[in-house]
């Protein structure tokens, strides 16, 4: 399976995103689909995830209420809308899908991931 995260770009601070991420070679609607962000300097830690039927959706805590993820996987294409941006948002933010098919769990892990795309936050 390849992924193809797109739709980064610099906005400022309280704009808004809308990434996308193309899922190839395998139908996205056999993997829970999660977001990912690695700040300079620092680890890469996870952002979302919506389980592959779209029912089970699990937020970190610093982009619940703002960030909201979906799929369509007519389409093969994953989403994540970003609202209120600010600062700390600032990353590049990658796609990524488990090997494991037809499952989900809020503690995933993933082994498959799209390149990344950047997001620049100016306050």
């Known amino acids: 399976v390849q992924l193809q995260a797109s739709g980064g770009g610099s906005v400022e601070d309280g704009g808004s995103l809308r990434l996308s991420c193309a899922c190839s070679?395998?139908?996205?609607?056999?993997?829970?689909m999660g977001w990912f962000r690695q700040a300079p300097g620092k680890e890469r830690e996870f952002v979302a995830s919506?389980?592959?039927?779209?029912?089970?959706?699990h937020y970190a805590d610093s982009v619940k209420g703002r960030f909201a993820i979906s799929r369509d996987n007519a389409n093969d294409m994953g989403y994540l809308q970003m609202n209120s941006l600010k600062a700390e948002d600032t990353a590049v933010y990658f796609c990524?899908?488990?090997?494991?098919?037809?499952?989900?769990?809020?503690?995933?892990?993933?082994?498959?991931w799209g390149q990344g795309t950047l997001v620049t936050v100016s306050s």
């Open positions: 990524a899908v488990p090997a494991r098919t037809h499952y989900y769990t809020q503690d995933l892990k993933y082994d498959f």
């Open positions: 070679g395998r139908p996205l609607n056999m993997y829970t």
């Open positions: 919506i389980s592959y039927t779209g029912r089970g959706i």
